[in-house]
Each structure stands twice: as C-alpha cells, then as structure tokens.
C-alpha cells in the first residue's frame, strides 16, 4: 500500500503542557499517554492503544465494560459522558473513593 503511514497505536502528538512519562494527553480527541517527557509545545509520543492505571475521579463509580470518558479539566478518568472526551472501557470496577482507574484505550475516539 502506497498510502500507508504508520500502524498508529503510537502518535507523535504537540505536548498540551508539560508532560511527565505516563502522564495522560488530550489533544483535540486524540488521547493517550505519553511515552516519555516533553516540554509544553514539543512532540511526544503518545501511545493510544493498550491497558493503563489512570488517575481517577474519587466519586467515580463504573462496571467492567462500561465507557470511560477524560475530564481534561480535572484530568482524571470518569464514568461521566457529558462534557467529556471517551477514552475506552474500564477493564476492572471503579468504586467510590478509588483514585485510580484501569482503563483499555480503545485509539480510535
């Protein structure tokens, strides 16, 4: 295939401010985490596909399955769709006063 750019599990992205390895990023609606660190404006690589721990909305609650979303301005995961950016599915049940979530990203939101 002459069109063929990349498989695109991994992006290079402008950093939306400054990132820390594993930090979540959220441009436009691409999402991901990023692969290393990088100053605000700089490229990062973003993985946008696999399995994460992310930091969560304590009050969040959700089932295996359900749809996660990102609250950029709290960057956090929720269960919350309104306002939001889907990101995935939670891959374990999120409680009430857990501040991490298990996340699949699905890379193509």
Known sequence: MKNFVQPGDTITLPAPAALSSGD???VGTAFGVACGDAASGA??????TGVFDLKAASAATAAVGAAAYWDNTGKEVNA????NTKIGVFLAAKTNGQTTARVRLNGAF
């Open 24 to 26: 979540a990023v959220l």
């Open 43 to 48: 490229a990062v690589e973003v993985k946008t």
């Open 80 to 83: 919350t769709a309104s306002g």
